[in-house]
């Protein structure tokens, strides 16, 4: 039988959230096997216990009358101060926010420029290009698909070119 091991932190958190209900039911059903399994693990289970059960019987606390009053005189005291400056965090959302618009600012100028300064190629010449195709779109129009075409430049279906 393998000894039994201590547990980490991580199972320590587990095991407590156990005893206070809190695991989901998953998590739960895996460390009642391991409390079945391990005496180590049910005697550190059996501790906690305890320990809660012991918390029940000290004296609770009472705050003082003026608890309230003192409470709210400091939150109110310290959110005015924060509404009324910026905090660090603000500062540095803010610093960054101007680095972006500077940089989509020069981004655009630059792009803007460029378009503005080389050289775009007149409509006339694409025309030119295309020409052919354009003298002949009401033919190409009429084809439905490419093999058509194909068919079409055989030579066996018109002939040889260079037969007299």
Request: proline content about 8%; hydrophobic content about 35%; glycine content about 4%.
């Amino acid at each position: 039988m393998n000894p039994p091991t201590p547990l980490d932190d991580d199972e320590h958190e587990d095991l407590v959230a156990y005893l206070d209900g809190e695991l989901d039911e998953e998590a739960a059903r895996s460390l009642e096997t391991r409390l079945n399994l391990d005496a180590s693990v049910r005697a550190e289970a059996d501790s906690l216990k305890r320990t809660w059960d012991l918390l029940d019987y000290l004296p609770r606390p009472e705050p003082s009358p003026d608890f309230t009053h003192k409470t709210l005189t400091k939150l109110s005291t310290r959110g005015t101060r924060t509404a009324l400056q910026p905090g660090p965090r603000v500062r540095r959302w803010l610093l960054r926010l101007a680095w972006v618009a500077g940089i989509v600012a020069t981004t655009l100028t630059g792009y803007a420029l460029t378009l503005k300064l080389l050289p775009q190629p007149s409509r006339e010449k694409e025309l030119v290009r295309d020409l052919r195709l354009i003298e002949n779109l009401r033919v190409y129009e009429q084809v439905e698909t490419m093999d058509f075409l194909r068919e079409l430049d055989r030579p066996e279906l018109f002939g040889d070119n260079n037969d007299p």
